[in-house]
């Protein structure tokens, strides 16, 4: 018998810490260090320019809250979007090798994700105060109040100063998985507004790493390639800066959804099911990928891979899919409602967004190029005509989503675009978005939209929506001057990414496919 030893976790270590100091010499590491160096200044000037609590004790006393007024705002602020434009430039730089066919593995992407992640583990929220309605709600529920019946008003504490005015009397919009989570955390450290915001960024850490794990198996699954889709929706500034530095529950939801249909892809439909119900627990969203996995669930029963080898008429596939999939559902659901001892209430809060204004959505910027242009010959009643874009958009969802999902049925790859458009068409259709819901989409399609003219494109959409809004969580939609700044980096990145590299224009680069029909 051969003595050769086999190897074993306790070497698992040094190997590891071996490439990275390999991965760390080469020249492909140096987009990770620099992405570092902007972490690091995003969470420097994150202490004044952030969203920051109304009043920091720790600021004061380390004599730190002159950051947060007059020229030490400035300085904050320039740090801080310093830091941005160094993420950004060091993405495309790594996007480039990418999009140029040059051998990126997926070490290097992780590796990269990590130096890139480390510094913001440590900031306050960026982008986004949403961290801190996320806390309040959790402490309703901790102290015996239903956050589905009552808004954060009404449990008066230390949290909820620091809750968004718009926020602070609405009854909470997420899934009983979420709010758990919420007073898990407040449980652990109370009304410790920093310590909450901590504990909750690294509760996000799993949605995360689950992303990490499911994108590139999906990609391969449907013929793309790891690192493009790693790009896209791991390394990709909003997951990064919005997702984990803004502390948002996105992260939660689409690494448990993007997880499921990885399972349900390798022919394991019933716990794929299950995370994208667990998802749909976190925020309803994750819900529009189901319908599509029924047709995969449907085909694995046809030709005989799960759960007989003889495969099932069409009509009785579709019905054992369809049934199991609704019975899982409900059992998660009733699972996580009981342990959260809450019922479905959080439905009736999802009408909440109406409150937000924003160009993001098309039923929003039609009202306000309405309002703008046709303002300036006739009175215009803004608010009435949002009402009637937004009753417009919801029906344009209604009519899509039904046709997207008889429309997309015939393989995986289809199903998987089914979910990416009918994300898309939500993101865009909806009464109102925020930054952070098109990396719903983004997700999704991160396996399919691997060409050159589909990852540039990613690059100057994600850049638009990075630079449009600011760190303290406004948004600079209605200043020319900063949405013309923001078109002008996006158009950068784009054409970054999109033009050819002179020096490898005779090369061959790996094929990949595109996002198309």
């Known amino acids: 018998m051969s003595s050769t030893p086999t190897p074993t976790r306790s070497g698992a270590l040094p190997r590891h810490l071996s490439r990275l100091r390999e991965f760390s010499t080469a020249e492909e590491a140096r987009p990770a260090l620099l992405g570092c160096l902007g972490a690091i200044l995003i969470t420097a000037g994150g202490l004044g320019a952030g969203s920051t609590r109304l009043h920091d004790p720790v600021l004061e006393s380390l004599h730190l809250s002159w950051l ?3 020229h030490g705002l400035v300085v904050s602020s320039v740090l801080l979007w310093g830091g941005v434009a160094l993420m950004l430039f060091a993405w495309l730089w790594l996007g480039r090798r990418v999009v140029d066919g040059r051998d990126v593995s997926e070490y290097t992407m992780l590796a990269t994700t990590g130096f890139w992640l480390l510094p913001l583990l440590l900031s306050v929220p960026v982008f986004s105060r ?5 806390l309040a709600q959790g402490a309703l529920l901790r102290d015996g109040l239903d956050p589905y019946l009552v808004g954060p008003i009404e449990n008066p504490n230390d949290l909820l100063d620091n809750v968004s005015p718009i926020w602070t009397t609405t009854t909470a919009p997420y899934g009983p998985a979420f709010i758990l989570v919420a007073k ?10 920093i310590a909450g915001t901590m504990v909750l960024r690294l509760c996000m850490l799993p949605g995360l790493a689950l992303l990490i794990w499911a994108a590139p198996r999906i990609a391969r699954h449907v013929g793309g390639r790891a690192a493009p889709a790693l790009w896209i929706c791991v390394l990709n500034p909003l997951v990064i800066i919005h997702l984990m530095g803004g502390v948002h529950n996105e992260m939660l939801m689409v690494g448990l959804m993007m997880a499921g249909i990885a399972l349900t892809f390798a022919r394991r439909p019933i716990p794929g099911v299950a995370l994208v119900a667990i998802a749909v627990a976190v925020k309803a969203t994750a819900g529009l990928a189901l319908p599509f996995l029924v047709w995969v669930w449907m085909r694995d029963l046809r030709e005989g ?5 003889s495969g099932y008429r ?13 019975a899982i559902f409900v059992a998660v659901f009733a699972v996580l409602s009981w342990l959260a001892g809450v019922g479905l209430g959080w439905l009736t809060a999802l009408a909440g967004s109406v409150k937000i204004i924003n160009w993001l959505t098309i039923p929003t910027a039609v009202a306000n190029l309405t309002n703008a242009i046709g ?3 006739f009175p215009v009643n803004f608010y009435a005509v949002l009402e009637v874009t937004r009753i417009v958009g919801i029906g344009i969802i209604a009519v899509s989503l039904p046709v997207l999902w008889w429309r997309y049925r015939h393989d995986d790859r289809e199903a998987l675009m089914g979910i990416g458009w009918a994300m ?3 993101c865009l259709f909806v009464p109102a978005a925020l930054p ?3 990396t719903w989409p983004l997700a999704v399609i991160s396996g399919l939209a691997q060409s050159r003219a589909s990852i540039a494109a990613i690059a100057g959409f994600s850049t638009w929506i990075m630079v449009i809004f600011k760190p303290d969580g406004s948004h600079g939609m209605y200043s020319w001057i900063h949405v013309g700044l923001a078109t002008a980096l996006a158009t950068a990145a784009w054409y970054s990414l999109y033009r050819t590299n002179p020096a490898r224009a005779g090369e061959t680069s790996t094929p990949s496919p595109a996002l198309d029909g």
């Open 68 to 70: 947060r007024f007059g």
């Open 130 to 134: 949403d961290t801190y309605s996320y």
């Open 184 to 193: 898990f955390v407040t449980i652990l450290v109370g009304d410790n507004v």
């Open 305 to 309: 891979r799960s759960p007989k080898k």
């Open 314 to 326: 069409p009509l009785a596939a579709f019905t054992i899919a369809t049934a199991a999939s609704v």
């Open 375 to 377: 303002g300036l010959f």
């Open 424 to 426: 898309l068409v939500v």
């Open 436 to 438: 952070w819901y098109y």
